[in-house]
């Protein structure tokens, strides 16, 4: 799948902008920068070689080239959406040479929006791009609270998922500024109310009795703990205050999921016995959707780790330094508490009190979440070896060269 280089890149991203303020360590900063995010690093151009793939149409972007075991050569609303507001990033960080990129995209989803007929999380991923550079949120805001619909996973099908929930609440967030700047006051006041009614909602997904965000609500067979959850956190941050603070990778509630969603895979993943790569270096533990997963990448057996899963933990550790920075102190409560010590903070803390950025908890917290990140990432360049990902890795096996079969593996290059 072609948002795995999204993701990745999208780490890189949030690393320049941690090390500004937090040293990182040099192996994990030099993998990102010189294998990853640079023009000629494997994930970049794995990433702009997926948009308009030869004998696929302009502006479209497959998931992945893979034509069998399985077939994935497909446009995917919600990967196209999320590969291209990666690259609206890059856009706007000044890589003008995919202003066409978008373009493409641009004119492609005009023409396949007339064909949607579920109201699931792909529209508002890409109401969500497009408002970025150009309007594609009616439909979401006609359609969200009609009907089931499928999760992250494409696999069971509902109207509460908190993944679906969040990227629809984000959507409507940008809307309102976005039609408030194009003079439309009455689109802008119905963004500001579906915002709301979908915020009510989110709230339900929190089960304070077993202290963790539950993906899907009334999901049979599956206990709740949902990599999803750590995604939808990731893809409705902006920091920019209001609503969209609710469930942020600040918010306790996603702290307390953590540990928990952690500790399911260590249990189900020999592979995380692995705790240090070939230098010697300590290596996070591999994440990968749910532990109850039996997907293999092209049939059901058993589920591995999945690369997009254990860069977004990495990655929401990355998003609390840089909001706890810019907040410039760190509330201790009695649902978080227990995150941070799971992480590795050493320091006196107390439910109920704020820490100041001058304090030595403050400095011990973002110090511990950089060096859990940078884990987390090390595991990754661990089995992809140099920025070329697959799907899945394997759940049994250390050597970084075996990697489970899946449908996000690219032709050598």
Same mark, same amino acid.
């Given at each position: 799948?072609?948002?795995?280089?999204?993701?990745?890149?999208?780490?890189?991203?949030?690393?320049?902008?941690?090390?500004?303020?937090?040293?990182?360590?040099?192996? $994990?900063?030099?993998?990102?920068?010189?294998?990853?995010?640079?023009?000629?690093?494997?994930?970049? &151009?794995?990433?702009?070689?997926?948009?308009? #793939?030869?004998? *696929?149409?302009?502006?479209? $972007?497959?998931?992945?080239?893979?034509?069998?075991?399985?077939?994935?050569?497909?446009?995917?609303?919600?990967?196209?959406? %999320?590969?291209?507001?990666?690259?609206?990033?890059? +856009?706007? =960080?000044? /890589?003008?040479?995919?202003?066409?990129?978008?373009?493409? #995209?641009?004119?492609?989803? !005009?023409?396949?929006?007339?064909?949607?007929?579920?109201?699931? /999380?792909?529209?508002?991923?890409?109401?969500?791009?497009?408002?970025?550079?150009? &309007?594609?949120?009616? +439909?979401?805001?006609? =359609?969200?609270?009609?009907?089931? =619909?499928?999760?992250?996973?494409?696999?069971?099908?509902?109207?509460?998922? @908190? #993944?679906?929930?969040?990227?629809?609440?984000?959507?409507?967030?940008?809307?309102?500024?976005?039609? &408030?700047?194009?003079?439309?006051?009455?689109?802008?006041?119905?963004?500001?109310?579906?915002?709301?009614?979908?915020?009510?909602?989110?709230?339900?997904?929190?089960?304070?009795?077993?202290?963790?965000?539950?993906?899907?609500? =009334?999901?049979?067979?599956?206990?709740?703990?949902?990599?999803? !959850?750590?995604?939808?956190?990731?893809?409705?941050?902006?920091?920019?205050?209001?609503?969209?603070?609710?469930?942020?990778?600040?918010?306790?509630?996603?702290?307390? *999921?953590?540990?928990?969603?952690?500790?399911? @895979?260590?249990? $189900?993943?020999?592979?995380?016995?692995?705790?240090?790569?070939?230098?010697?270096?300590?290596?996070?533990?591999?994440?990968?959707?749910?532990?109850?997963?039996?997907?293999?990448?092209?049939?059901?057996?058993?589920?591995?780790?999945?690369?997009?899963?254990? %860069?977004?933990?990495?990655?929401?550790?990355?998003?609390?330094?840089?909001?706890?920075?810019?907040?410039?102190?760190?509330?201790?409560?009695?649902?978080?508490?227990?995150?941070?010590?799971?992480?590795?903070?050493?320091?006196?803390?107390?439910?109920?009190?704020?820490?100041?950025?001058?304090?030595?908890?403050?400095?011990?917290?973002?110090?511990?979440?950089?060096?859990?990140?940078?884990?987390? $990432?090390?595991?990754?360049?661990?089995?992809?070896?140099?920025?070329?990902? *697959?799907?899945? +890795?394997?759940?049994?096996?250390?050597?970084?060269?075996?990697?489970? *079969?899946?449908?996000?593996?690219?032709?050598?290059?």
């Amino acid at each position: 799948m072609q948002f795995l280089p999204a993701a990745l890149l999208a780490v890189s991203a949030l690393v320049s902008s941690v090390s500004a303020v937090v040293p990182l360590q040099a192996d $994990v900063t030099a993998f990102l920068n010189s294998e990853v995010a640079a023009p000629s690093g494997i994930a970049y &151009k794995g990433l702009v070689d997926s948009i308009s #793939y030869p004998g *696929t149409a302009v502006g479209s $972007v497959i998931a992945s080239p893979s034509k069998s075991q399985p077939d994935y050569f497909y446009h995917w609303i919600r990967d196209g959406a %999320l590969v291209m507001d990666a690259v609206n990033s890059l +856009y706007a =960080n000044g /890589d003008a040479g995919l202003e066409s990129k978008l373009w493409d #995209y641009l004119r492609f989803y !005009t023409k396949l929006q007339k064909t949607q007929t579920r109201p699931s /999380d792909g529209p508002a991923l890409t109401a969500s791009t497009l408002i970025r550079f150009s &309007k594609a949120l009616d +439909y979401v805001a006609a =359609n969200w609270g009609k009907g089931g =619909n499928c999760d992250l996973w494409e696999e069971v099908r509902s109207d509460a998922h @908190f #993944y679906t929930r969040m990227v629809q609440r984000r959507a409507f967030v940008e809307g309102i500024e976005f039609a &408030k700047a194009n003079g439309d006051a009455a689109a802008a006041d119905n963004y500001g109310k579906q915002s709301w009614y979908i915020g009510e909602r989110l709230d339900n997904h929190w089960d304070a009795g077993r202290g963790f965000v539950v993906e899907t609500l =009334n999901a049979g067979g599956r206990s709740g703990l949902n990599a999803a !959850t750590l995604l939808a956190s990731i893809h409705t941050d902006t920091a920019s205050g209001g609503v969209i603070d609710q469930f942020s990778p600040t918010d306790d509630r996603i702290q307390a *999921t953590i540990p928990k969603l952690v500790e399911s @895979f260590k249990q $189900v993943f020999p592979i995380n016995g692995a705790t240090k790569n070939g230098a010697g270096l300590p290596i996070g533990p591999a994440l990968g959707r749910y532990s109850e997963d039996i997907y293999n990448g092209i049939n059901t057996s058993e589920g591995n780790p999945w690369f997009l899963c254990t %860069l977004a933990n990495a990655e929401i550790y990355y998003r609390m330094i840089v909001r706890y920075k810019t907040a410039g102190t760190i509330k201790v409560t009695d649902r978080n508490l227990g995150f941070f010590r799971y992480i590795g903070v050493q320091s006196s803390l107390s439910a109920g009190q704020s820490y100041a950025a001058s304090s030595a908890q403050f400095n011990d917290i973002v110090n511990s979440l950089a060096v859990r990140g940078d884990e987390l $990432v090390r595991r990754v360049q661990y089995h992809s070896g140099n920025g070329r990902l *697959t799907e899945q +890795y394997s759940n049994t096996t250390a050597s970084r060269s075996v990697l489970a *079969t899946s449908p996000g593996r690219m032709p050598p290059s």
